[in-house]
Structures are given as structure tokens and as C-alpha cells.
């Protein structure tokens, strides 16, 4: 219950506001979910800190990292987040289990969930990797690869458009207006396909532009006279 007094002096009383929903809030806790992985994948975690750090965040971080049969990645780790590694036993899988120093501080409850689930891509990575499609939709809308190296794009402008393929990036066109991007980090393949939709962002009066994956838009009628 709450009071206010009106301009006129007389107080009004207010019934109390209700929340949006009555259901108690419940948290994922993807942080303290452990992480299974075969054993044909290592992780190693060298605790020495970073002091020549690539972004001004990573400043004497832990370095994780993590080979598999596609290749290595390695990832700057928290110097508060606690890492458990758990043998397997015969055929079982390893079990990594993430947790922090203090729950009760909110950089480290909210890097304890990102961290596990930065893991869990790493791991897919090296041992599935990560496939993006791109589909041009579009009259004369067509990609070819020069050298493996340069993506050059008709994208309806009056030039092509030329994209230098990342290092860490497999690329390949099965067809003229398909694109599949393939590589073991997530956060890249997916960062340069997005740089190549930015070029053609789906529009939603003719449905043209450039898609990811299973990615649609709604169609919108145009104005009538």
C-alpha cells in the first residue's frame, strides 16, 4: 500500500502496483552445469598470468587452452574463475566443472555462466566446427572465390564487392548464390558472415538481400496509390 496527497491536500490512497507475473523467477544456472567432453580432446590451463594482453580486458587473465582433432583454440580465462578437471574412466567421457571464487560478487556470477559457455563452444569447435550458409537472394546476386583467398560479390552495385577471407575461415561456393563458411570459432565465422550480410541486408518489400542459415523475413505489401 502506498499514500500520495493530491494538489488539494487530501491524500489519496493507492492500491499497491502488481508485477507483470506472480511466477518466481527461476535462474538458468548454465554455470554450474558441468561439461563432458571424449577424450580425444585436451585442455590444458596455464595459470600464468597475461601481461602483453590483446584487449585491455584480458590483463592477467589464465590462458585455457583446448586441441582437438580440427585444430587448437585458446581462450583467456578469468583470474577468479576455478576450474575442475574430473578423469574419465574407462570409455567415459572428462568432466570440466567451472566455478568462481565469490557468487556473491556480480562480475564474477556474471562472468560464471559466460566463461562455461565460451568453454562449451570452443570444445564443439574443435571437434564438430561451426558451419554458417549464406543464401543471395536476388536478381543477378552471385559470389565467386578468387584463389581461395578473396570472396568477390555481385551484389547489384556498380562494382563487385571484395571480401579478404579471414586466415581461421574456410570458404567455399557450391553455387553461384550459396555461401558456406566453415571454422572452428564460433565468434568469427559468425562475425564475417554478418559482415557480408551488411552488404545486402534483407529487405521486406521484395524479400531480396543476403540470408543466414534457415533466416526469413515477413513480406510487407508496398504503398497503393
Known sequence: MSLFRLSSGIPKKLIAQRSFHS???ILSHI??????????IKIEHDLTPITEPRIP???NNTT?????PLGQHKLPI???VQLKFTPAEDSAENVLEVAVNDDSIKQQRSMWGTTRALINNAIVGVSDGYRVYLRLVGVGYRG?????????LKLGYSHPVQLQVPEDITCTVPQPNRIVLQSIDLQK???????????RMPEPYNQKGIFINDE????KEGKKK
Open 216 to 219: 526469413t523475413i515477413k513480406k
Open 31 to 40: 554455470g554450474r552445469q558441468p561439461l563432458a567432453y571424449s577424450q580425444d
Open 23 to 25: 511466477a518466481t523467477p
Open 189 to 199: 565465422v559468425t562475425e564475417f558472415a554478418a559482415t557480408i550480410q551488411r552488404w
Open 144 to 152: 565467386v572465390l578468387e584463389n581461395n583467398t578473396m570472396l568477390s
Open 57 to 59: 580486458s584480458e590483463l
Open 78 to 80: 578469468k583470474p577468479f
Open 64 to 68: 585455457l587452452t583446448i586441441t582437438g
